[in-house]
């Protein structure tokens, strides 16, 4: 195809793959998705035959094609980091005392994971309920963050403790 030709979508989408690619493994050299098939996208498909055991020319066949999507598929994947869950939906919840629920069951698993990071605070027993004990260890987490020492789990706790949580649990160091 000669790089004045229109883009057409089929090779936009070849060159975003080839582009993920590369920005993931580093494997070939980086595309611009443009939709026109040139010289800079001829490299990449060659390279990524050669990295392939596949026949070098630069040209994209279907056993081409196939290894490309498969190769995006593994790499996208491998690198992502995983779809987030959005408990704390009302702004306005605020945790009473004896309540069973999934947010308190979550915010137990939050505060125990975070007891490895703070010297005084004692692991937490992970039953769901809103008992004496997760009262008093949301106290000392508000405590520590500058919160009102309440022991009331509200969007302002949750929001600082999902932020150090993720903060803890993101860091190289961090070994579950």
């Known amino acids: 195809m000669a790089e004045n030709a229109e883009p057409r979508k ?17 494997e070939i050299p980086l595309v611009t998705a ?27 066949n279907k056993e081409t094609w196939d290894k490309i999507f498969q190769k995006y598929k593994k790499s996208v994947y491998a690198s992502s980091i995983g779809e ?25 698993i939050i505060l125990s994971a975070l007891s490895i990071i703070y010297d005084d605070f004692e692991d937490i027993k992970i039953t769901g309920v809103n008992d004496e004990q997760t009262i008093s260890a949301v106290k000392r987490f508000q405590g520590y963050h500058r919160l009102p020492q309440t022991g009331v789990l509200d969007k302002r706790t949750w929001d600082s ?7 803890y649990y993101n860091h190289p160091n961090y070994i579950s």
């Open 84 to 108: 987030p869950i959005y408990p704390f939906t009302d702004p306005s919840y605020n945790s009473v005392i004896g309540e069973k629920s999934d947010i308190i069951m979550l915010m137990q």
């Open 10 to 26: 089929e090779i936009y989408e070849l060159q975003y793959m080839l582009r993920k690619i590369s920005q993931i493994t580093g």
């Open 34 to 60: 443009d939709g026109i098939y040139d010289d800079a996208t001829r490299e990449a498909v060659r390279e990524f035959q050669r990295q392939n055991s596949l026949d070098p020319t630069g040209n994209v």
């Open 161 to 167: 403790a999902a932020k150090s949580f993720n903060a």
